[in-house]
């Protein structure tokens, strides 16, 4: 069965580094174009960056934009996200995302999550 699972979430202070890690199992990796969204208390689900199957092609959200950055390293089965220069407004639980067959996002695999938070 497919599995997402984050890891590296944790409390940072403001201008703090933090890098998150989605190991994936049960499906094709290197398939796969993934991504990575974040919720924050009281808000909806918001899309950050995505990442082709290669590792040639990224997109990130403009608030994420030379802060954040996503890689993969197909040989771990794994996706990645550097957040730099995090702000408060970055809190949230993180989610590693792979898409299904259909192209609806409610029929797409999701991990956990992890959460972050940024606070002094």
């Known amino acids: 069965q497919v599995q997402l699972v984050e890891s590296g979430g944790g409390l940072v202070q403001p201008g703090g580094s933090l890098r998150l890690s989605c190991r994936a199992s049960?499906?094709?990796?290197?398939?796969?174009?993934m991504s990575w969204y974040r919720q924050a208390p009281g808000k909806e689900r918001e899309w950050v960056a995505a990442i082709g199957r290669a590792g040639s092609a990224r997109n990130y959200a403009v608030s994420t934009k030379g802060r954040f950055t996503i890689s993969r390293d197909n040989a771990k089965n794994t996706l990645y996200l550097q957040m730099n220069s995090l702000k408060p407004e970055d809190t949230a639980v993180y989610y590693c995302?792979?898409?299904?067959?259909?192209?609806?996002?409610?029929?797409?695999?999701w991990g956990q999550g992890t959460q972050v938070t940024v606070s002094s």
């Open positions: 049960g499906f094709t990796f290197s398939s796969y174009t």
């Open positions: 995302n792979a898409p299904s067959r259909s192209g609806d996002l409610q029929d797409d695999y």
